[in-house]
């Protein structure tokens, strides 16, 4: 048996562990009996328990940067203390940072990249009294106290070799209801390619994916929704792609085959209005993009290949065509001016004003220096220190800067990030009875105009004060609106 392991970091907030399941569909393939856990942080003891009774081949953990690294170095320790099971680590941190994790005596092989042939060769070694490690390519492992990096293995051009193994977990829980699907009662995540052909420096793509993109083919991801939209009762889907409209055609006739609620990510460059004139004619639900700053220069400086104009134009035919719209913008980049972070700001009350009838605000996060990324190095040359534990890499989150960029003021970064979602709250939410959102908009505003963030109190007690009302409303079983701040 191998028992493979995803964690979340918060409760509640579970994706279908597609990693897993081709995982698993290749391991179950080649005669492997295969156990899946996907558990968040209270959960934990539940693999370790299950690891000492049934003494696995290994244990394989998904691993990304974040709180998710620290979680996953906290099971590996517990899992070691009462076996000595190899426990075999891969996605996207270990991948990029092999030799740190391998310095760790709760890891012992990594897989790099693409897992499916590799967790498959692997597995056949491990089972042998005499392994031959070497020939393995794309992994990661120690010899004689040293860490041994194989030569890469080469991506699988054809996807439709690989099988989802949906069995090994219960596709039901995974399906959402409104409060977490944007407007549908029973949507499912979905990943239909992998990759992205895009250079962004803040991205890990580049190092992961080789700048490519592959998708899964369309009749097959057509044949798997309609499978869930008949077992499950599905009516809406999240495709989870890093860029679902890398071609164009393939995305419109998935959601025109598929007829349902749906949520895509696009490249704002990508759009037209002829395009968007066919996406208003489907069901979607919300389209998502990556507009990342509201200056000309970061956006250059991050490799975007995109301008502030792009995101405008889509803006605007959004608003013509009445597709819901949100973007995600980055702030704190390396060699960022402040003046460029309020420009972005101000970029993103200028969208809101422009289409005010969205029923979705933007988000805005502060720059995480990821590893792999071009920008990863930039970020060590200005002062950034990365953890020099696995386990301390639990530092990085993109709401909460709780980490140190050094080039920035953090306190008064983090207060204008706070300050935002509360704005981008009162203009989303249809309440005209929240007085207290509309004082902390005229507020937020006046702070943006006067570049005064010093002493947020106002920012502070309010969001305090909100999670207070809304956990007593929970505990009295009152179900909030998805769109509730």
Not at 38 to 64: A, E, M, Q, T, Y
Not at 89 to 115: A, F, N
Not at 245 to 251: P, Q, S, T
Not at 327 to 335: A, R
Request: glycine residues 6%; proline residues 5%.
């Amino acid at each position: 048996m191998i028992v493979l392991v995803k964690i979340d970091d918060m409760s509640g907030a579970k994706d279908v562990p597609y990693a897993l399941l081709y995982l698993g569909d290749a391991l179950e393939k080649a005669g492997y009996e295969v156990k899946v856990f996907h558990v968040c942080d209270g959960d934990l003891k539940k693999v370790v328990r299950f690891v000492k009774n049934n003494k696995p081949l290994f244990v394989g953990i998904s691993v990304c940067t974040g709180v998710v690294t620290s979680l996953s170095a906290r099971v590996s320790k517990d899992i070691r203390k009462v076996s000595d099971v190899p426990i075999v680590w891969g996605g996207v941190h270990p991948s990029t940072l092999p030799r740190q994790v391998l310095s760790e005596d709760y890891v012992d092989y990594v897989v790099i990249g693409e897992g499916e042939h590799t967790s498959v060769e692997l597995a056949n070694e491990i089972s042998k009294k005499k392994k031959n490690l070497s020939d393995v390519r794309g992994i990661a492992y120690k010899k004689r106290g040293k860490v041994v990096v194989n030569e890469p293995r080469p991506f699988e051009t054809d996807l439709g070799k690989f099988g989802i193994a949906w069995h090994l977990v219960d596709i039901g829980s995974y399906v959402k209801n409104r409060c977490m699907s944007y407007g549908s009662e029973r949507m499912i995540t979905y990943l239909s390619s992998r990759g992205c052909p895009h250079r962004c420096a803040f991205c890990y793509n580049k190092m992961f994916n080789k700048n490519t993109w592959r998708p899964f083919p369309e009749k097959r991801v057509v044949d798997d929704i309609e499978m869930l939209k008949e077992e499950y009762d599905i009516d809406g889907v999240f495709f989870w792609d890093d860029n679902f409209f890398v071609d164009r055609r393939r995305a419109i006739s998935i959601v025109e085959k598929i007829d349902l609620s749906w949520h895509g990510e696009i490249r704002a460059g990508y759009v037209n209005d002829t395009l968007m004139k066919k996406v208003s004619r489907t069901k979607c639900s919300l389209l998502f993009t990556g507009a990342e700053s509201g200056s000309n220069r970061v956006l250059k400086m991050i490799k975007k290949d995109m301008h502030v104009d792009d995101v405008v134009k889509m803006n605007n035919l959004c608003k013509k065509y009445e597709v819901p719209f949100m973007c995600s913008f980055v702030v704190g980049f390396p060699d960022e001016e402040w003046s460029e972070i309020l420009s972005t700001i101000n970029f993103m009350f200028r969208l809101v004003k422009d289409y005010p009838d969205n029923p979705f605000g933007h988000i805005i996060g502060a720059y995480i220096p990821y590893p792999g990324s071009d920008l990863y190095d930039v970020a060590i040359t200005h002062g950034f220190k990365p953890p020099e534990r696995t386990e301390d890499w639990d530092i990085m989150y993109r709401y909460s800067v709780d980490f140190d960029l050094p080039w920035i003021d953090i306190k008064k970064l983090d207060a204008l990030l706070k300050g935002y979602h509360t704005w981008t709250s009162s203009c989303v939410t249809k309440t005209p009875w929240r007085l207290d959102l509309k004082v902390m908009k005229w507020l937020y505003e006046a702070r943006v105009r006067n570049d005064f963030f010093f002493a947020p109190y106002d920012i502070y007690f309010h969001r305090g004060l909100k999670f207070s009302v809304k956990r007593v409303l929970r505990r009295l079983g009152v179900r909030l609106p998805s769109q509730v701040d």
